[in-house]
Every structure is written in structure tokens, then in C-alpha cells.
């Protein structure tokens, strides 16, 4: 319905509709044609009748969805916005990070060829040490041939702390040894520089004085030999094995001496290993420990019947069959001294029951 005043048209009914009225201002009311105003009360009725059909439950649900889905779709809008800004974070701090990671994996490249040339620089210092070592060891090796220089050693007292590195130079080396052994190695400086350590020691145990130095002052080099000896597997370096058994062999000619080698729980089974280590050398140096052993009556009190181990003398008994005639000799002759000893057990055994 829309009206208007000052003598204008007044205009009742649907939209385009128009109805002419006068006004009447000095009383407030307005003169309309009946029949207008009966269309306006039915479309009144109607629209009272059919505006609660459309405004009914459902259409208020809806209503009441679209808010809620309005609602929730300016949360989601929120959050997605709140998602974006994360991740352009995220995608910040990922970049950082890249530029952080390829920074340091340039460092550790760099590290790692700064590392290179070290180790290369270390192994250049270490084979320039060997070489010194073996040279000035070999040196060493020479002099110590003449029992004068091995005498001066001794007066000069400096002789303590070389046997002390010359044990610890040969520890290293030998529990560094690889499960193959390259033939090459046994030329390399370190071998040599081994080899002349342990020939001087040889030559030290070979001089009276020396023997008795070694016999009551480094019990730990002595006990280091043997280890070594039973840790270096059959038919590696038997240059190294012979020289620390001549080492053994001349400390035993000291009474003082084979009763400290004898002492070593490891003496015996040293001989079986030695004795099929395969190197007729080794062998035949083991030999020879083994008969300076049987030599001395006060360690065949020590060591008792364990000599007459039967395996110990089928052992000894099969070198006498060796093609090298040193060492078929050696063989000999220790089996005649086991067998000797057998004997004199057995005699003094049969004694000490007669005497029961």
C-alpha cells in the first residue's frame, strides 16, 4: 500500500495498481472505493492465510542451517586464512632451514677434504716415522751386537725406557695385524722397524749382563713376549716369532731367568702352539726353549708332570721326522730329554711307594 498527500492520487492493492482518492486534511481521513478496499482485506485474508504454510518449521530449519552454515563458512574462511599464514610461515622457515642445511653441507664437504688432506699428511708422517724408526732401530739392532755397547746402555741407565716403548711398539703391532696378511708387508718399514726392536732385544738377552738386567728388572717385557707369541696366528712374520723366542731362549740361560719364564701359566701352551705353527724356524727355536727348560732340575720341580703331557711329546716326536736336519736333530734330542724325565718320574714315584 503506498499513499501520498497534498491532493495526490493514493494508490491501494498490488504493485502498478492505481486508485484515485481525496484527501480530506482537515479531518485525517482518506476516501477510498469500497471495492478497493475489499481486494486489499482478501489479499490481507490471504496473505494471513498463506504466510504460516511458507513460514512453517522447515523453512525456519533452513533458515537456522544457512545462518549456522554462514556462520561456519566465515570460521572456515578464519581458519583457512589462519592455515595460509602458517604455512607461508612453515614455507619461511623451510626455506631457512634448506639454506641453513646446504650451508653446512658445504662446511662438511669442506671438513671432509680438509679431513682427507690430514690423513693423507698423517700417513705421510706416519710412514716418515717408520722409516726413522726402522733406520735408527736397525742402528740399534748393529750396535747392540757388541756386548761393550750393551754394557754402556746399562751403565748409562737409559736402557729401562727403551725396553718399555720397544714392548708397547711391539703390542701395536701385533694386535693390529689384519686376518690376511699381505706378503708385500713383510718388507714394509714397520715390519722392519719390528724386526730391528725385537733383534735388539735378542742381542741385549745375549749378553751376561743384559740377560740378568732383563731377569730382574722388566718382568713385563718378558710376559709380553709370551703373550705375543701365543696371539700371532701359525705362519705370520715367523722372522718376528724367532727373534722373541732367541729373545726367550737367552733370557733362559739365567737361572733367575727361565725360573721367570717358567712361572707364566702360558709357558706350555705356548709350546704346543709354536711347535704347529708350520715354519720350521719357529719350531726349531721352540725346541730349543723347551729343552733349556727341561735342563734345570728346580723348574722340573715346578712345572712337574706337565712336561710328560702325551701330546706335548707326539708333537716333538713328529718333527723328528723333518726334512730340515737342524730341526730333526732338535726334535731328537728333546724327545730323548722328555723321555729322560719320564724315566726319573716313574723312578721317583716307584721309590716313594716302596717307601710306604
Known amino acids: 500500500m503506498a499513499s501520498s498527500l497534498g491532493g495526490k492520487y493514493l494508490a491501494l492493492g498490488p504493485p502498478g495498481a492505481k486508485v484515485e482518492a481525496i484527501k480530506q486534511v482537515q479531518d485525517g481521513f482518506v476516501r477510498v472505493r469500497k471495492r478497493d478496499l475489499e481486494k486489499l482485506t482478501t489479499e490481507v485474508m ?15 530449519e533452513m533458515l537456522h542451517k544457512a545462518r549456522a552454515a554462514h556462520t561456519v563458512k566465515e570460521q572456515l574462511t578464519q581458519e583457512q586464512e589462519q592455515l595460509r599464514q602458517e604455512c607461508l610461515h612453515l614455507q619461511s622457515r623451510l626455506d631457512a632451514v634448506q639454506t641453513e642445511c646446504q650451508k653446512e653441507r658445504e662446511e662438511k664437504l669442506l671438513l671432509r677434504e680438509q679431513l682427507w688432506q690430514s690423513g693423507a699428511e698423517l700417513q705421510q708422517q706416519a710412514d716418515f716415522c717408520s ?35 720397544a714392548a708397547q711398539t711391539l703390542e701395536s703391532f701385533v694386535r693390529s695385524l689384519d686376518e690376511e696378511v699381505k706378503i708385500e708387508d713383510l718388507n714394509s718399514q714397520e715390519h722392519q722397524f719390528v724386526l730391528a726392536v725385537a ?29 705375543l707369541l701365543e696371539l700371532m696366528r701359525p705362519g ?48 726349531l727355536h721352540s725346541l730349543r726353549l723347551l729343552q733349556s727348560v727341561l735342563l734345570e732340575e728346580e723348574v722340573l720341580l715346578l712345572l712337574g708332570s706337565s712336561l710328560l703331557d702325551p701330546d706335548l711329546q707326539a708333537r716333538v716326536s713328529q718333527l723328528t721326522s723333518s726334512v730340515q736336519p737342524t ?20 723312578v721317583s714315584k716307584h721309590r716313594s711307594s716302596t717307601e710306604h
Open 46 to 60: 490471504q496473505l494471513r492465510e498463506f504466510l504460516p504454510r511458507v513460514l512453517n518449521r522447515d523453512l525456519m
Open 327 to 346: 730341526l730333526r736333530l732338535a726334535a731328537q734330542q728333546t724327545l730323548e730329554d722328555l723321555r729322560a724325565l719320564q724315566q726319573v718320574q716313574h
Open 236 to 283: 705370520v712374520f715367523p722372522k718376528l716369532k724367532v727373534l722373541m723366542l732367541m729373545a726367550l731362549y737367552n733370557v733362559s740361560i739365567s737361572i733367575k731367568g727361565l725360573k721367570l719364564i717358567s712361572e707364566n701359566p702360558g709357558l706350555l701352551p705356548l709350546f704346543w702352539t709354536l711347535l704347529d705353527d708350520g715354519d720350521w724356524e719357529v719350531c
Open 131 to 165: 722409516s726413522l724408526g726402522s733406520a735408527a732401530c736397525s742402528l740399534l739392532w748393529s750396535c747392540s751386537s757388541s756386548e761393550q755397547t750393551v754394557t754402556h746402555w746399562l751403565a748409562d741407565g737409559k736402557l729401562q725406557s727403551f725396553l718399555v716403548v
Open 199 to 227: 733383534g735388539t732385544i735378542t742381542n741385549i738377552a745375549a749378553v751376561t749382563c743384559g740377560r740378568d738386567f732383563l731377569s730382574s728388572s722388566t718382568h713385563g717385557l718378558l710376559d709380553t713376549l709370551m703373550k
